[in-house]
């Protein structure tokens, strides 16, 4: 059995989930890298089991955007099913892939790096942003539903699931004049990823502070 934790970072290539991946390396934990793949997300999770090993740890982060500015009367059925297929359904299998490791061990941290664009209090627009990239802050809103569902299943098995948004980062997704760096876009999925046994569980945190849904 390896002493040390073991986490899974799915779309740890670039952009945030590196970053995250990098900072979970420094504090100590084997980290393995994903991409938005389903079939190397199962390989990674056999290779796993098969070598004895537990899994502590999976970052959902892999997503896309594909439907920027379109309004939800007009973007196309293939964009939204292309966009849930990654961010939503991606995530799901991840989930019901780790979880019987993380109850065999009674451990486990989950955190599904979301957006503030999916919560309710956004789209009723105190946030303005009314109607563009429907077809992803949907899929960020299903996250967050599942984000909750999951800790309800999950947390009497010492398994803490959470939802993040990290704000816009400076990467491909949020831009160059994005105002955070992807090292404060990173800390606060790395904060929940390695929080202890009084952590919390089944919350949304953007800079480590609860957020509404």
Same mark, same amino acid.
Not at 38 to 53: C, D, F, M, P
Not at 79 to 100: D, S, W, Y
Not at 106 to 129: A, K, T
Not at 173 to 190: F, K, L, N, W, Y
């Given at each position: 059995?390896?002493?040390?934790?073991? #986490?899974?970072?799915t779309?740890?290539n670039?952009?945030i989930?590196?970053?995250?991946?990098r $900072?979970? =390396?420094?504090k100590?934990l084997h980290?393995?890298?994903?991409?938005?793949?389903?079939?190397?997300?199962?390989?990674?999770?056999s290779e796993?089991?098969?070598?004895?090993?537990?899994?502590?740890?999976?970052?959902?982060?892999a997503?896309?955007?594909?439907?920027?500015?379109?309004?939800?009367?007009?973007?196309?059925?293939?964009?939204?099913?292309?966009?849930?297929?990654?961010?939503?359904?991606?995530?799901?299998?991840?989930? $019901?892939?780790?979880?019987?490791?993380?109850?065999? $061990?009674?451990?486990?941290?989950i955190v599904?790096?979301?957006?503030?664009?999916?919560s309710?209090e956004?789209?009723?627009?105190?946030?303005g942003?009314?109607?563009?990239s429907?077809?992803?802050?949907?899929?960020?809103?299903?996250?967050? =539903?599942?984000?909750?569902?999951v800790? $309800?299943?999950? =947390? =009497?098995?010492g398994?803490?699931?959470n939802?993040v948004?990290?704000?816009?980062?400076?990467?491909?997704?949020?831009?160059?004049?994005a105002p955070?760096?992807?090292?404060e876009?990173?800390?606060?999925?790395?904060?929940?990823?390695? #929080?202890?046994?009084?952590?919390?569980?089944g919350?949304?945190?953007?800079?480590?502070?609860?957020?509404?849904?």
């Amino acid at each position: 059995m390896s002493s040390k934790r073991v #986490a899974l970072v799915t779309g740890g290539n670039r952009g945030i989930g590196k970053e995250i991946a990098r $900072q979970l =390396a420094h504090k100590g934990l084997h980290v393995i890298i994903g991409c938005r793949s389903e079939e190397k997300g199962w390989q990674a999770v056999s290779e796993l089991r098969s070598e004895g090993l537990e899994l502590d740890v999976l970052v959902n982060n892999a997503g896309i955007i594909l439907d920027r500015g379109l309004s939800v009367l007009d973007v196309g059925e293939d964009i939204m099913k292309e966009t849930l297929e990654t961010n939503f359904f991606g995530a799901l299998r991840m989930i $019901q892939a780790v979880v019987p490791l993380m109850k065999e $061990q009674g451990y486990g941290r989950i955190v599904n790096m979301s957006s503030g664009l999916g919560s309710f209090e956004v789209m009723q627009g105190l946030l303005g942003l009314k109607g563009s990239s429907s077809a992803y802050r949907i899929s960020k809103t299903m996250l967050n =539903a599942l984000t909750v569902l999951v800790d $309800q299943e999950t =947390a =009497a098995y010492g398994i803490q699931t959470n939802a993040v948004c990290p704000g816009r980062v400076r990467t491909d997704m949020g831009g160059t004049d994005a105002p955070h760096s992807v090292v404060e876009g990173a800390d606060t999925a790395v904060w929940l990823a390695t #929080a202890g046994e009084d952590g919390p569980s089944g919350g949304y945190f953007r800079e480590r502070r609860a957020i509404a849904w």
